[in-house]
């Protein structure tokens, strides 16, 4: 809960208009234009993580920042006097930014107050969000309209981590609720991953921690051996298995095949069972690939009988080549895209 408080600090954060008017043409990556009564001798700007940008410089009314990396996160703007902050009760200003040669106009007046910002919608986008918030809040909102704003925000902003602070609400609203996460996943699993894997807004790791903790319940679900046969698949118990999720088509999973029918000994000397699972439809084009490359190892296809859409939902196959790792408990120990961060995981090499 204090981590849905702290987010929720981070995103309500008072600005007030959004007029576009360029203010001149000489600009640096961030312009501030800044008036105040108070005696403030410098200004420092951070990064939320405080890893990338670390910016002070002495206070002027207009201060240009030249950043080191593209302005894409939640910043931190200080100001100093005789090496102590001032201006704000919070001890600083936190401010999402996007864009480029972004320009900042506002007044301190004991904390920041925003008059526009141009070159930056992140900002506008996260003030409509708080507008609607507090009106839905304030209306006595079911969790359902709770979602769907929150989801719709998110994906507006895929594009910049403002997306990742309100996907930390909707986790905290639907962290009991297997069926949302797994909604919130599906967006986030199509999130550019520089984005998606923030360090300072763990959300995508902890919807994975969470579904991960529910079992995978193969036998539910219809397969077809080599065969042609309708089979199920009873897992084991005390057993670990590595799933390896493919097609025919999916040129990786092909290539992926080759250095994995050399190295399925490693697997074995580690405990751990290969079963590989196609979503081919066409018994005969899936078949003939196995026999063809003289690939023995258990496989599966996936009953075309079957409704695809729950089966991904259940073992969030999402992209392929897909390889999952199963501890005994039939729960997702590991999941990846890459057979060799498969390897690197069970510290087994070739």
């Not at 208009?17 to 203010?23: A, I, M, R, T």
């Not at 009760?89 to 506002?106: A, D, S, T, V, Y």
């Not at 000397?269 to 196995?290: F, M, T």
């Not at 089966?311 to 999402?318: A, C, H, S, V």
């Amino acid at each position: 809960m204090n981590k849905i408080l702290l987010v929720a600090c981070f995103i309500l954060v008072v600005g007030c208009k959004s007029d576009q008017e360029p203010v001149e043409e000489n600009l640096s990556d961030l312009n501030l234009y800044l008036s105040t009564d108070e005696d403030i001798d410098s200004v420092l700007i951070t990064d939320i993580y405080r890893n990338r940008e670390n910016h002070k410089v002495a206070f002027n009314d207009t201060l240009r920042f030249k950043f080191k990396d593209s302005i894409n996160d939640l910043y931190n703007i200080q100001f100093i006097k005789d090496g102590k902050i001032v201006s704000s009760p919070m001890g600083h200003f936190q401010i999402w930014l996007k864009g480029e040669k972004i320009q900042l106009k506002g007044t301190i007046d004991k904390k920041l107050i925003i008059d526009t910002i141009i070159g930056s919608q992140v900002h506008y986008a996260r003030e409509e969000y708080n507008r609607e918030s507090r009106k839905i809040y304030k209306d006595g909102a079911s969790l359902e309209v709770k979602n769907e704003l929150t989801l719709r925000t998110i994906k507006s902003n895929m594009d910049n981590p403002f997306s990742l602070a309100v996907a930390d609400i909707y986790y905290g609203l639907n962290q009991n609720n297997p069926e949302n996460l797994y909604v919130l996943y599906e967006i986030m699993s199509k999130q550019d991953k520089t984005i998606r894997d923030h360090e300072f807004f763990r959300v995508w790791e902890r919807v994975n921690s969470s579904l991960n903790n529910i079992p995978i319940d193969f036998e539910k679900y219809s397969f077809r051996d080599i065969e042609n046969k309708p089979v199920k698949i009873n897992l084991k118990t005390g057993k670990k298995y590595l799933i390896d999720a493919w097609f025919v088509n999916c040129p990786p999973c092909i290539e992926d095949h080759k250095t994995f029918s050399k190295e399925l000994k490693l697997f074995d000397s580690a405990g751990i069972d290969v079963i590989g699972l196609s979503v081919d439809q066409k018994h005969e084009v899936w078949n003939e690939y196995l026999e063809k490359n003289g690939y023995n190892w258990t496989n599966y296809r996936v009953d075309e009988n079957e409704t695809m859409e729950e089966i991904n939902k259940d073992l969030r196959l999402g992209s392929f080549p897909n390889y999952m790792l199963l501890n005994t408990e039939r729960k997702i120990e590991f999941s990846t895209n890459s057979y060799e961060e498969i390897k690197e995981y069970l510290e087994i090499n070739s």
